[in-house]
């Protein structure tokens, strides 16, 4: 019943910055965990960051120190500021969220696609040279 919808790309100059978006409506708030992902056509999802309703974060390496992952538990919004933006950051972005399992987290399972059960439609981030 929760439902996911992502926005806030778009296409920007390598360098640049932006700020992607997701409203979560149905929202349990600490229930759940969330997480960004992105996918390039033809090619695996790739997770890039996870939050814990406590603030807890985790950052793929290709993102570490060029992207922070937020959430407003008030608003019900999750966000991903990307800064430094690079050509191989180009691909659609999704907001994903599951159930909060402590196990999975400690686990290592964060940015695991298959352990995510509510995704967002995505939204396009084209950089270009």
């Known amino acids: 019943q929760v439902r996911l919808t992502e926005s806030g790309g778009g296409s920007v100059q390598t360098g640049g910055d932006l700020t992607l978006s997701c409203a979560a409506a149905g929202w349990i708030g600490s229930m759940y965990c969330m997480a960004w992902f992105r996918q390039v056509p033809g090619k695996e999802y790739e997770g890039v960051a996870h939050?814990?309703?406590?603030?807890?974060?985790q950052y793929a390496d290709s993102v570490k120190g060029r992207f922070t992952i937020s959430l407003d538990n008030a608003k019900h919004t999750l966000f991903l500021q990307m800064n430094s933006l690079k050509v191989e950051d180009t691909a659609m972005y999704y907001c994903?969220?599951?159930?909060?399992?402590?196990?999975?987290?400690?686990?290592?399972?964060?940015?695991?696609?298959?352990?995510?059960?509510?995704w967002g439609h995505g939204t396009q981030v084209t950089v270009s040279a």
């Open positions: 939050i814990l309703p406590n603030g807890g974060t």
């Open positions: 994903a969220a599951r159930r909060c399992m402590p196990a999975l987290t400690s686990l290592g399972f964060a940015l695991s696609r298959a352990t995510y059960d509510t």
